[in-house]
């Protein structure tokens, strides 16, 4: 068992010795590349194709436009529908009141007869 742990040790020092070594090739290795390297730019093509601001901002009010006449049929719709729901909240509230009125008028009722019958 003893043999197992020293073999172990020894396999984990070298394993960090060889992961140290390829660490610091490899920052080597990194630190020799230079940027020219990776410049694809041709100085002599100096000729680039600009989008001037105006034809841009004339772009998004067009589709701001659009968008807006999309929407249009939407929100007619949902505001005929929140007027129907409207509607219906306030039939639900006027039958709820008199469903209130008849529960009172019956529980006064109950207790008139059984003041009544004593």
């Given amino acids: 068992m003893k043999k197992f742990g020293k073999v172990l040790i020894a396999t984990a020092i070298v394993g960090g010795i060889a992961a140290a070594v390829a660490y610091f090739y490899s920052q080597n290795k990194k ?13 002599e093509e100096e000729d680039r194709n600009y989008v001037t ?6 772009g ?12 249009t049929p939407l929100k007619d719709a949902v505001k005929d529908a929140a007027d129907k729901v409207k509607e219906g909240v306030g039939k639900a ?25 004593s």
């Fill in 53 to 58: 601001l105006n034809n841009v901002k004339e």
């Fill in 93 to 117: 509230k006027d039958a709820a009141v008199d469903a209130a009125e008849d529960a009172a008028d019956n529980v006064e009722e109950f207790f008139d007869e059984s003041d009544a019958n």
């Fill in 60 to 71: 998004f009010q067009n589709a701001a436009e659009k968008a807006s006449e999309a929407f």
């Fill in 31 to 43: 630190a020799s590349i230079t940027i020219d390297e990776f410049d694809d730019d041709d100085d």
